[in-house]
C-alpha cells in the first residue's frame, strides 16, 4: 500500500489527546545509542544492522517478529558489572529476565554466578553446566520437589523466603547429609520508586520476612538454631527498573542494622549481605540508568560507612542485575502489516507480534521507544501507537511514539531495549507461537531459542 492510500496521521503540533509522549526527536533516522545495544548502526543505505547484519537479512533468514540478542553487548554488560564490583563481590545474573543455555554458557565463561526462581530455570542452568555452587535459588514458594533438586545438586545458596520454608530446607539438607548455605530475604520496608507490581521492599506484598515488627530476627534465630543450614547472609531486592540509587542506601543500611544486631545476640557475624538488583535500563531517551561502576561505588560506599559505624567486619556484597545486563543488549523487530490513521487522535501500526511477545506494556505500562529500521525516511513525524495482532484492545506494543508519516506495509520496525522480560514472558495468547531469540555476534546469527511452530502448540493439546 502507498502512503497515499492511507493518508498520513496526525503531525505533532495537532495532537489532540493526552499521552506520554515528549516532541519527536529532531531527525527520526539518527539511533539514540543509550536505548540500543552497542553494535547497533545505520548501514550506507539506511538500513539498521547489528552484529554487523542488516535486519533485511535477518528479517529474511529468521523471520518476524523476533528478537536480536547481541552477544557482544551481552558479553561486555556482564564483564562492566563484574569488574565494578571486584573480587571481594558477586555478581549473580537474575535469569528471570532471560534465560537460556546460550545465556548460561555465557555467564560461565565471563565468570557471572546465576540467580535462577524456579525449577525450569535451575535445569537450564544444570543442563548448560553452570557449577552448581555458582547458582544461587530464590522464590516466595519453592515447591519440596525444587528444593530437593536444588539441595541434590548442591547448590551455592537458597534465599529462605518464610518460616515454613526455613524447616523445609533444614529437613531435607538433613535428610541429605549436609549443611546447606542459605541467606534469609527480608523485607526492608522502603517504598521503590516503580509500578506498584515491581515494587518489593514495602512489608504488604508476598516476599521477604519482615524486619520491622522483629520476625526477621525471629527467622534469624530459627535458622541458627537448625543443624540442616549454615546462614551465610540477609538478602533484600527492592523492586525493579529503579534508578534512584536512595532505595538501596536505605536497604543497606537497615540490612547492616540487622547483622549488627545479629552479633550483638548470638555473637555471630554474617559473612555476606544480598542487594538484589532492579536497576533500571533506557527504554526511551528520558530515562539515564547508572553505570555498573556508579553503582557499585555506591553499594560498597554505604556498606563500609555503616560497617564501621556498627564495628562490623564488612561482609563481602552480591548483586543479581537481570535486566541490567540483558535489557539493552536486543531488540524486537516486527513487519508492520496494517495502518489506520484516526482524524484527530493518532495512527495505529499494527505488527505481527504484540502482547505476546511483550506484555509489559500492557502489565506495567511500560515506555518504549520504536524506529523504522529497513531505510531511513525523511517524512514528517507521525505519532503513532504501535499495536500487536491479538484480540484485545489493550494489545500496545509502544504507547505514543513518532514514526515517519511515509511508513507503509512492509517496513521494519524495531523496538530496542526488549532483552529481559519479553521473551520470558511471552505467551500463546491467541495461540500465537512465540518468536525466536537469535543471537548476534560479529557478522554471524545463530538462533539459541527457536520460533514455536504450530506442531508444538498442538503437541501439549493432547486433544
Ligand atoms: N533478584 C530478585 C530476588 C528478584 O526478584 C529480581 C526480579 C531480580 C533480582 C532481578 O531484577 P532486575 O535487575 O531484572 O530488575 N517482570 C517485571 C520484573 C519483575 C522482576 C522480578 N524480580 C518487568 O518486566 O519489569
Given at each position: ?8 496521521g ?23 545509542e ?11 543505505d ?10 533485511a ?40 529476565a532471560f ?63 518464610s ?11 538433613q ?46 534465630r ?22 534512584d540509587?536512595?532505595?538501596f ?13 545479629i ?5 555471630v ?8 538488583g ?8 528520558e ?19 555503616e ?7 564488612t561482609?563481602?556484597?552480591s ?22 490513521p484516526l ?14 511477545d ?8 511500560a ?8 531505510r ?40 530496542p ?18 518468536p ?22 498442538l ?5
Amino acid at each position: 500500500m502507498s502512503r497515499s492510500a492511507h493518508p498520513a496521521g496526525p503531525r505533532h503540533a495537532d495532537v489532540l489527546t493526552e499521552g506520554h509522549y515528549s516532541a519527536p526527536a529532531a531527525d527520526l533516522n539518527v539511533l539514540d545509542e543509550k536505548v540500543w545495544s552497542r553494535t547497533v548502526t545505520r548501514d550506507a543505505d539506511g538500513a539498521l544492522t547489528v552484529g554487523g547484519i542488516t535486519v533485511a537479512k535477518l528479517a529474511e533468514e529468521f523471520g518476524t517478529p523476533a528478537y536480536f540478542l547481541d552477544e557482544s553487548d551481552f558479553r561486555a554488560r556482564c564483564r562492566a558489572w563484574s569488574e565494578a564490583f571486584g573480587p571481594d563481590a558477586d555478581v549473580f545474573y537474575a535469569g528471570k529476565a532471560f534465560l537460556s543455555r546460550a545465556v548460561v554458557r555465557w555467564l560461565k565463561e565471563e565468570g557471572l554466578n546465576l540467580d535462577v526462581c524456579s525449577g525450569g530455570e535451575l535445569t537450564t542452568a544444570l543442563d548448560a553446566g553452570m557449577p552448581a555452587e555458582r547458582i544461587a535459588f530464590h522464590g516466595n514458594n519453592k515447591t519440596v520437589a525444587e528444593i530437593e533438586r536444588a539441595v541434590e545438586a548442591g547448590i551455592g545458596r537458597i534465599v529462605l523466603d518464610s518460616f515454613q520454608e526455613i524447616v523445609r530446607v533444614a529437613h531435607i539438607a538433613q535428610r541429605h547429609g549436609v549443611r546447606q548455605r542459605v541467606q534469609i530475604r527480608v523485607t526492608v520496608g522502603v517504598e521503590a520508586h516503580t509500578h506498584e507490581f515491581i515494587a518489593t521492599a514495602h512489608e504488604d506484598q508476598k516476599f521477604g520476612i519482615a524486619l520491622a515488627d522483629g520476625q526477621a530476627a525471629e527467622a534469624v534465630r530459627r535458622a541458627l538454631s537448625l543443624d540442616g543450614l549454615d546462614l551465610i547472609g540477609v538478602h533484600s531486592h527492592i523492586g525493579s527498573q529503579i534508578f534512584d540509587m536512595a532505595g538501596f542506601e536505605v536497604s543497606a543500611r537497615r540490612v547492616v542494622q540487622l547483622l549488627a544486631e545479629i552479633r550483638d545476640e548470638h555473637g555471630v557475624e554474617l559473612p555476606e549481605i544480598d542487594l538484589g538488583g532492579g536497576l533500571g535500563i533506557a527504554y526511551t531517551s528520558e530515562d539515564d540508568p547508572r553505570e555498573p561502576h556508579e553503582i557499585a561505588k555506591a553499594l560498597s560506599d554505604i556498606v563500609t560507612r555503616e560497617c564501621e559505624a556498627a564495628k562490623l567486619r564488612t561482609p563481602r556484597i552480591s548483586v543479581e542485575p537481570g535486566r541490567a545486563i540483558v535489557g539493552p543488549t536486543a531488540f524486537t523487530l516486527y513487519e508492520v502489516g496494517t495502518i489506520k490513521p484516526l482524524e484527530g487522535l493518532r495512527t495505529y501500526v499494527s505488527v505481527d507480534g504484540g502482547m505476546s511477545d511483550n506484555i509489559r506494556t500492557a502489565l506495567y505500562d511500560a515506555e518504549y521507544s520504536v524506529a523504522l529500521v529497513s531505510r531511513t525516511s525523511d517524512a514528517e513525524p507521525m505519532l503513532v501507537r504501535v499495536v500487536g495482532k491479538h484480540c484485545e484492545s489493550g494489545d500496545i506494543v509502544v504507547k505514543d511514539a513518532f514514526l515517519p508519516a511515509d511508513l507503509a506495509p512492509g517496513d521494519l520496525i524495531a523496538v530496542p531495549a526488549t532483552g529481559a522480560y519479553c521473551r520470558s514472558m511471552a505467551s500463546n495468547y491467541n495461540h500465537a507461537l512465540r518468536p525466536p531469540v537469535v543471537a548476534v555476534r560479529d557478522g554471524e546469527a545463530r538462533v539459541i531459542v527457536r520460533r514455536e511452530t504450530e506442531e508444538d502448540l498442538l503437541r501439549l493439546d493432547v486433544g
